[in-house]
């Protein structure tokens, strides 16, 4: 992308949308982007005013431009298409003004308020916990960060390894959070009660932005054969580079955004031969379809209605037995039940499995908050404030959601900010007294299978 292809890509808007009627794209779009004041901007070659309207309702603009499924979102509702046409490549033109605006001296757009004397802890520090923590500095909080690893970003991590790390403007919108006066401690996991009381006694507010939890168990027989492992152990190996032995045949088992990154980590680090195996059909498969495609196009072979039945091997992984499937009857989550096909198994043989079948909520530390309500093991919140049960605690992202996106995990953090401040200023009267409500993240597609 260039100035001038940019002028021009931008130019293509037809300005749809209005105040009281904003434009498909922004609709579409889960931190409410003003997609066509910002392509407006783009047109007259106003950089600062374009970075401006990204930054201003996103402190981590510049990593969703990077990472976020604009095919999905902003560029599938763009009205062009409805014409017949090809949608504005709105993604492109953000990661090419979040380029400008963090390689040049304007890029901070958010100025810290007064000091309001009120404390408050923010659990974690992948994107809900950073936006969180930006936005309650922003407001004038007193705000401090403490996180487990001794990295920031969380899950987004494994996003930027899939893309260029190079291109990743990470650091740089985590300077700028920093700057506002957020306080961000690494290796400081919140892991006993203790800790946890600590900070419940200095604190005037609490969000929890802990993150999905572990790998689940995917409850095959054979798996823990050497050579059996999961994704989030074989992505942080991919991540660093390790490579895999040549001629490595690789089954990963899932169907989800995060088995579809795991099976193109694989053919990054050298895997010979990579399949992946998901037990409904294609139209179920929750992974994004330009994800799919991207798969599909390395050589990836997806083996739909399969499973796997059981892992072979003596001292290690040798073959993968797999069976068909069919869809019968429904699941508690509205999904079509995949049912075994007697006399339909077949032998994958299979140096490496990496099961990628969901996340298990991180039940240690939520059990430890008094009078915290939980929804099948998540945290049941407002969704306009992230309050949970137990006024004093806030929760947003993909603890919450248990998969989700960046930007979801973004715009969970900037409400439950915006919660927390009114809930400090006691303009509103804590969430389990108003009505009933759904968890906001857990309906949308991402990576969470
Ligand atoms: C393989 C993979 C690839 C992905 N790729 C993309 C992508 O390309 N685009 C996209 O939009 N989304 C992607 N996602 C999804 C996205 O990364 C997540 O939805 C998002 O990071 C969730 O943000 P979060 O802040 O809720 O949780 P997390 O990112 O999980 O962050 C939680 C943080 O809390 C910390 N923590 C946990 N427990 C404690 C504790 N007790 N004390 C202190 N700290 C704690 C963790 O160490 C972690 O840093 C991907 C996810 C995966 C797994």
């Not at 949308?17 to 931190?31: H, I, K, L, S, Y």
Request: include cysteine; hydrophobic fraction near 40%; glycine fraction near 12%.
């Amino acid at each position: 992308m260039t100035a001038s292809l940019a002028i021009l890509e931008a130019d293509r808007c037809l300005r749809c949308g209005e105040p009281a009627d904003p434009a498909p794209c922004t609709v579409a779009c889960p931190c409410e982007l003003e997609v066509p004041r910002f392509l407006q901007a783009v047109t007259r070659g106003g950089w600062e005013e374009a970075a401006e309207v990204m930054f201003s309702e996103n402190l981590l603009a510049a990593s969703c431009a990077l990472l976020c499924p604009a095919g999905e979102l902003c560029q599938q509702a763009c009205a062009l298409t409805r014409e017949g046409e090809r949608p504005i490549a709105i993604g492109l033109l953000e990661r090419f003004v979040a380029d400008l605006a963090l390689d040049n001296p304007w890029a901070r757009f958010r100025v810290g308020a007064p000091p309001t004397g009120k404390r408050i802890a923010v659990i974690g520090a992948g994107p809900a916990g950073l936006v969180c923590a930006g936005e309650l500095a922003a407001l004038g909080h007193g705000v401090r960060v403490y996180e487990a690893s001794g990295e920031f970003g969380g899950l987004l991590q494994y996003g930027i390894a899939a893309r260029r790390r190079e291109a990743s403007h990470l650091a740089e919108e985590v300077r700028a959070i920093i700057a506002l006066g957020v306080e961000l401690y690494l290796d400081t996991p919140i892991d006993t009660p203790e800790r946890l009381w600590e900070i419940e006694r200095q604190c005037d507010a609490i969000f929890i932005g802990i993150g999905p939890g572990a790998d689940g168990d995917c409850g095959v027989p054979g798996d823990t054969l050497p050579g059996v492992v999961r994704a989030g152990s074989f992505l942080d190996r991919a991540r660093r580079g390790v490579p895999l032995q040549p001629g490595t045949r690789v089954v990963v088992i899932g169907g989800g955004n995060t088995a579809l990154d795991v099976a193109r980590a694989a053919r990054r680090v050298g895997a010979a031969q990579v399949s992946v195996l998901y037990r409904r059909s294609e139209p179920e498969m929750p992974a994004y379809r330009e994800q799919l495609e991207l798969a599909r196009s390395e050589s990836i072979r997806i083996h739909f209605l399969t499973q796997p039945v059981e892992f072979l091997g003596t001292t290690r992984l040798t073959a993968v037995r797999c069976m068909g499937t069919r869809l019968e009857a429904w699941d508690d989550f509205d999904q079509p039940l995949p049912v075994p096909v007697a006399g339909s198994d077949f032998v994958l043989g299979a140096d490496l499995a990496v099961t990628a079948v969901g996340r298990t909520p991180p039940l240690g530390f939520l059990r430890r908050v008094e009078g915290l309500d939980l929804d099948r093991g998540r945290p049941r919140v407002d969704p306009v404030s992230g309050q949970t049960t137990n006024p004093k605690y806030f929760a947003g992202g993909a603890v919450v959601g248990g998969g989700g996106s960046i930007v979801a995990a973004v715009r969970s953090g900037r409400r439950a900010a915006r919660g927390i401040d009114r809930w400090l200023a006691r303009e509103t009267p804590a969430w389990p007294g108003r009505p009933a409500h759904v968890a906001p993240d857990r309906t949308e597609p991402g990576w969470g299978e």
